[in-house]
Nanobody
Framework: QVQLVESGGGLVQAGGSLRLSCTAS????????MGWYRQAPGKQRELVAT???????NYADSVKGRFTISMDNAKNTVYLQMNSLKPEDTAVYYC????????????WGQGTQVTVSS
């Protein structure tokens, strides 16, 4: 099993910044990637950004140029630096960890609320 602990959400005005952190613990020896997804009220969960242990990144078009994902492999921790936040970024942000042990397994954090006021 893998446990994920998230931190860093909160309330910020439009144009502001927040930094999310997520640390994975437990059976993380086969960790292949981590990432952030978000879910706004009434909408489906969507990808925000992902990063592999080899540091390859992928971003949703809506956050390119504003958000930066990074990972500290030694700490099994992923960060999401969010700049120039917009009200439409308001959502619950979920951390994801992907483990490969013959097949892929995905684990999720409990979610952290990000609210951007206009």
């Amino acid at each position: 099993q893998v446990q994920l602990v998230e931190s860093g959400g909160g309330l910020v005005q439009a144009g502001g910044s927040l930094r999310l952190s997520c640390t994975a613990s437990g059976r993380v020896f086969s960790l292949i990637a981590m990432g952030w997804y978000r879910q706004a009220p009434g909408k489906q969960r969507e990808l925000v950004a992902t990063i592999t242990t080899g540091k390859s990144t992928n971003y949703a078009d809506s956050v390119k140029g504003r958000f930066t994902i990074s990972m500290d492999n030694a700490k099994n921790t992923v960060y999401l630096q969010m700049n120039s936040l917009k009200p439409e970024d308001t959502a619950v942000y979920y951390c994801n960890a992907a483990i490969r042990n013959i097949q892929r397994y995905d684990y999720w954090g409990q979610g952290t609320q990000v609210t951007v006021s206009s």
